[in-house]
Structure formats: structure tokens, C-alpha cells
């Protein structure tokens, strides 16, 4: 019969596994030379080893509002509203390009932040250009 393990962030983790994992969680604060785990010295921590690359998505069309200004972007990987893609974009939770490559960046004009690709003299991978989503 496995064994229960409820940890206080209110994770519960069940079997030899969750033992494991708890011992990781229990011992991230601890100095590395202290840290023994169930299998002997725990290795140095590595800080990057969890951080996740963000997300880069190709947006293929937009949508537009009622004066003709990028309301949303669309690609295979679902739509968000431009201000979703601001926000992943200053956060660094995500980056967003054209087919061309041409990377979204975010400008803070006088009537608020919008998103733009770097002009490159093709006005078939500008961000107003592209299609509305079908």
C-alpha cells in the first residue's frame, strides 16, 4: 500500500516518489555542503536547471478592432489580446514573432503601449498586414 504525503503548500504526493520529492522541497534552503538526501550528497544546486525557456510564438494573423489597430494575435498555438502579449512580453513569459522571423516588441506610444515588428522593407511580414483569423 503506498504511503500519503501531504506537504504544507497543500501538494500531495503519494509513493516512494513523493519521499523524494519532499526531501528536495524540505532541502532547498539548507547550505549545499549539509544537504544529504536519501541516495547520499545531493549534487550543487544548479539555479537554471528549473527555469523554463519561454514560449515563442508565430503569429499568423490578427484581429482587429473597430478602427483597424491590432486587438489580438492568433497563431497554432491559440490567441491572445495584445494586452495578454504585451504583458507575456514584458514579463518574459513568452515572445511573439511573424513568419518572417521578425520578432514583436513592445512600444510605449502616446495613446499607450501597442506592438510592433521591425520594419524591414517587406510589407508582407508587418504585424498590420497579416490576415484576419479565420
Known amino acids: ?4 504525503l ?10 516512494a516518489a513523493g519521499a523524494s520529492i ?8 539548507l547550505e549545499e555542503a549539509k544537504l544529504d538526501g536519501p541516495t547520499g550528497p545531493r549534487p550543487a544546486a544548479n539555479p537554471t536547471a528549473f527555469t523554463a525557456t ?7 494573423a490578427t484581429g482587429k478592432d473597430e478602427h483597424g489597430a491590432v ?15 504585451i504583458g507575456d512580453i ?6 511573439y514573432a511573424v513568419a518572417g ?11 499607450g503601449k501597442y506592438l510592433r515588428s521591425h520594419a524591414d522593407g ?13
Open 1 to 4: 500500500m503506498a504511503k500519503k
Open 6 to 15: 501531504t506537504i504544507t503548500t497543500g501538494l500531495v504526493i503519494v509513493g
Open 22 to 29: 519532499k526531501w528536495w522541497l524540505d532541502n532547498q534552503n
Open 54 to 60: 519561454p514560449p515563442h510564438r508565430e503569429v499568423t
Open 71 to 85: 486587438a489580438s494575435l492568433h497563431g497554432e498555438w491559440g490567441m491572445v489580446s495584445k494586452d495578454e502579449a
Open 90 to 95: 514584458e514579463a518574459g513569459r513568452a515572445s
Open 101 to 111: 522571423g521578425q520578432t514583436l516588441e513592445v512600444v510605449d506610444g502616446s495613446t
Open 122 to 134: 517587406d510589407n508582407a511580414d508587418n504585424l498590420d498586414e497579416l490576415p484576419n483569423p479565420e
